[in-house]
């Protein structure tokens, strides 16, 4: 089959504007409803924490928003082939949501290793599910390989409105919290971070910006550390979604000057935080999910109004009960 291009394809991401995304909330506010902010009341005497509910969208994490505005920004026609996506879960949960909604067909390329939750979501919603191996999967994600389809190739990371509805979760928080002193984002790709950031920046200039990563999988530590992009070692990890053996190269140069620091937590760290929001909130939160918040408690340098976003909510149910024994579930 012919490869159709798109402009957005090629483009090189930017930071996005402050009226894309008010434009986007505009946009999506048809479809999804505003995720709440709430306060965790843990008795800290430094810190005050607040989590940004994402798992509390209509597919149980903040995919949604991305998935939705990059097929609504465009003009109908160049979805009348379909769409596709590279994601290791919610972002294909997300378009295959998105999909449904507008009519249009859609596929995921997915790694075998991905939580079923997510699998099961994409085929329940109408996506066509087409496995790969996660070298594969990175190549796509980097842009380094991509497949030979006619459907629309909608990059999860470097897709300009990807990061722009990543954006109105960023809007909301300032919205709800406008002394908000930090926030702490999970950090996969970079678009989570890279979107959010840009709103609260543009909003609140000094706010600082943390990037939350998996002791198993933290390229952002590396590179700050290196001053700039490294390839890592990584292990094995129950925490999907957020860590990578590098950085996104197209994305890097954007997000680098949004944010103020990394921290990474040990998978301890994190099932604990998941512990916690269950206990203390009923809050269902998958591993990356959970990292934001593990972050906000380990870090002695994080302080005052302190916004977690919560990313996500789906775990599969096996591993779940595991942590929720105590035990840290296998990769």
Request: with cysteine; charged share 20%; hydrophobic share 45%.
């Amino acid at each position: 089959m012919e490869k159709r291009a798109d402009s957005s394809e090629t483009a090189r991401p930017r930071r996005p504007r402050l009226d894309e995304i008010e434009a986007a909330r505009t946009r999506l506010a048809a479809y999804m409803p505003r995720t709440p902010l709430l306060q965790l009341d843990l008795g800290l005497p430094d810190r005050r924490i607040f989590l940004k509910l994402e798992t509390l969208s209509p597919i149980g994490a903040f995919k949604l928003r991305p998935a939705l505005n990059a097929l609504l920004s465009r003009d109908i026609k160049t979805l009348r082939n379909g769409v596709a996506t590279a994601s290791s879960g919610n972002m294909a949960y997300g378009m295959a949501w998105a999909a449904h909604r507008l009519g249009v067909p859609m596929a995921a390329y997915m790694y075998s290793g991905a939580p079923r939750a997510k699998i099961d979501g994409v085929r329940k919603l109408g996506g066509e599910v087409r496995f790969i191996s996660m070298e594969t999967w990175w190549r796509y994600i980097v842009d380094a390989e991509r497949p030979e389809l006619d459907e629309l190739l909608i990059n999860p990371v470097t897709d300009q409105a990807v990061l722009i509805g990543n954006g109105t979760i960023g809007l909301e928080i300032v919205e709800d919290l406008p002394e908000v002193d930090v926030v702490v984002t999970p950090f996969g790709g970079g678009s989570l971070t890279t979107g959010v950031a840009s709103a609260v920046k543009a909003l609140c200039p000094g706010t600082k910006i943390i990037a939350a990563e998996d002791e198993q999988a933290a390229p952002v530590t590396a590179a700050l550390a290196a001053g700039r992009i490294v390839e890592i070692d990584t292990r094995p990890s129950f925490v999907k979604s957020i860590g990578g053996p590098s950085l996104v190269p197209q994305l890097w140069p954007v997000v680098h000057p949004l944010i103020d620091g990394a921290v990474a937590v040990s998978l301890d760290q994190i099932t604990d935080a998941m512990r916690l929001l269950f206990s203390k909130g009923k809050i269902v939160a998958e591993g990356a999910g959970a990292a934001s918040l593990a972050v906000a408690l380990a870090s002695d340098s994080i302080k005052g109004n302190v916004v977690c976003v919560i990313s996500g909510g789906n775990i599969d149910t096996r591993a779940y009960s595991q942590v929720l024994a105590g035990v840290i579930p296998e990769p």
